[in-house]
């Protein structure tokens, strides 16, 4: 279960996030509130990064778990 909530929190910090960019670059807040997302915008890109460490480290384990260690580079090409 713990997988779901994870997965979830990641969603929901990546969602956030970009709502506050999005809010940030309308040039509609003050200074005091630009801040205040700008921090909050650094937290949420922390935990984001945590998670896809956690799941790139979980990858890796199961990967492993086959006896056969098959991971490769990322190539952007591959991702299209």
Known sequence: MAKKKTAIDFEQSLQTLEQLVESMESGD?????SLEAFEQGIKLT???QQALKEAEQKVEVLLNQN???TLAPFKEEDAG
């Open 67 to 69: 006896g056969e260690e």
């Open 29 to 33: 807040m003050t200074l005091e509130k």
């Open 46 to 48: 922390k935990e984001c």
